[in-house]
């Protein structure tokens, strides 16, 4: 880490509501950051790691148990939002159609939604999930930032070569994202996450 204090506005994150529906949405004013992954992606131990709080969100080992959305402050001007993840392919139909909905309804009512971190596996790059985070992206031209995550499950070539093709694959596709590595577990990447976010929310360096 370049900074010992690069992550100090987040360390004031704040749990403030779990939402199941659009009614219960804050409309604060507040930018928002949201976070999306697939279960078991290591999306909660992304936002610890950004916050270094290890208990602010859940980190759960049984994936797919997540159906809100979770909004934590970070300031009176800003949040970030815990969006829920779904698991594997076997997920049945009606439990995607109602992630589906809900998930729309947060992009296309959040009118502070700055930008979207898409949380994956290094090891498992734009899967289905992603590409559907991406398409919403591009839907409701917002930026989008994907975090490859787990890093320290690589060694450094390999790591690198994950990130350049999955850089590759996105411009191939069409795709307008930015794309990085990281690791909850020895902070690779912090650093560059905090910029992105940073950017998007109006916060100094
Ligand atoms: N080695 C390693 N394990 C991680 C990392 N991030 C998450 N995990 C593990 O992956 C599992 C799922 O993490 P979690 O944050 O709960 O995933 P979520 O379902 O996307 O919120 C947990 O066992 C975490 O400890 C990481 O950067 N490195
Ligand atoms: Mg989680």
Redesign the pocket.
């Known amino acids: 880490m370049s900074h010992p204090q690069i992550n100090h506005y987040y360390r004031q994150a704040k749990f403030l509501i779990s939402a199941a529906s659009e009614k219960q949405f804050p409309k604060d004013g507040r930018l928002e950051v949201a976070f999306a992954?697939?279960?078991?992606?290591?999306?909660?131990?992304?936002?610890?790691?950004l916050c270094d709080n290890k208990s602010l969100?859940?980190?759960?080992?049984t994936?797919?148990?997540?159906r809100l959305v979770n909004y934590f402050t970070i300031d009176e001007q800003r949040s970030l939002v815990?969006l829920p993840?779904y698991g594997y392919a076997k997920v049945p139909l009606p439990v995607k159609q109602q992630w589906e909905k809900l998930m729309e309804n947060y992009l296309q009512h959040s009118e502070a939604l700055r930008g979207l971190v898409i949380?994956m596996?290094i090891r498992h790059p734009l899967k289905d999930f992603d590409l559907q985070m991406l398409n919403w992206c591009e839907h409701f031209g917002l930026p989008a930032h994907l975090l490859l995550?787990?890093?320290?499950?690589l060694k450094k070539g390999p790591a690198q070569a994950a990130l350049l093709k999955t850089r590759r694959d996105l411009t191939e596709q069409g795709y307008d994202a930015s794309a990085q590595t990281?690791?909850?577990?020895?902070k690779?990447g912090l650093d560059e996450l905090v910029n992105k976010i940073n950017g998007w929310i109006d916060l100094p360096e």
Do not use: E, Q, V
């Open positions: 992954g697939r279960s078991n992606a290591g999306k909660s131990s992304a936002i610890n790691t969100a859940k980190i759960s080992k994936p797919g148990r997540t815990d993840g949380i596996d995550t787990k890093t320290d499950k990281f690791s909850a577990l020895n690779t």
